[in-house]
C-alpha cells in the first residue's frame, strides 16, 4: 500500500533550522516526482520545492529559494527538506507527495499521494 509519512517538524525561532523527512513506501514506480507543499491556516496549499527521483533535478519555490534544500536518499526511500534561516512566514503544516510524473513541479494538482503533514512553527 502507499504510504507518505512525513516528521521532524516543530517549533523554532526565526533564524533557526529544521529538517523535515518524507518516508516513501509502497512505489514501484521509477519516474516519480517528490513534492514538498505548505498550508497555513487560511491559505491555500503551495508548493514549496520538487526532486525527481530518476535524476534527482530539484526545484523550489522562490520564497524558499537559497534558504531550503531538497535531498533524497532513494536507497532508503527517504525525501528530505532541509530548512535553515527559517521565518514566521515559514510556518505552515508541510507535506510530501507524490506525482506519477517524472516531470512535475509544485502544482499541487500534479501530486496524486499526500502523506498526513508535519506542523512547522516559526515564532519571532
Known amino acids: 500500500e502507499v504510504q507518505l509519512v512525513e516528521s521532524g517538524g516543530g517549533l523554532v525561532q526565526a533564524g533557526g533550522s529544521l529538517r523535515l523527512s518524507c518516508a516513501a513506501s509502497?512505489?514501484?514506480?521509477?519516474?516519480?516526482?517528490i513534492g514538498w507543499f505548505r498550508q497555513a491556516p487560511g491559505k491555500e496549499r503551495e508548493g514549496v520545492s520538487c526532486?525527481?527521483?530518476?535524476?534527482?533535478?530539484?526545484y523550489y519555490a522562490d520564497s524558499v529559494k537559497g534558504r531550503f534544500t531538497v535531498s533524497s536518499d532513494n536507497a532508503k526511500n527517504m525525501v528530505y527538506l532541509q530548512m535553515n534561516s527559517l521565518k514566521p512566514a515559514d510556518t505552515a503544516v508541510y507535506y510530501c507527495?507524490?506525482?506519477?510524473?517524472?516531470?512535475?513541479?509544485?502544482?499541487?494538482?500534479?501530486?496524486?499521494?499526500w502523506g498526513q503533514g508535519t506542523q512547522v512553527t516559526v515564532s519571532s
Open positions: 526532486i525527481a527521483k530518476s535524476d534527482g533535478s530539484t
Open positions: 509502497g512505489f514501484t514506480f521509477d519516474d516519480i516526482t
Open positions: 507527495a507524490v506525482a506519477l510524473s517524472g516531470v512535475a513541479g509544485i502544482n499541487r494538482f500534479e501530486y496524486d499521494y
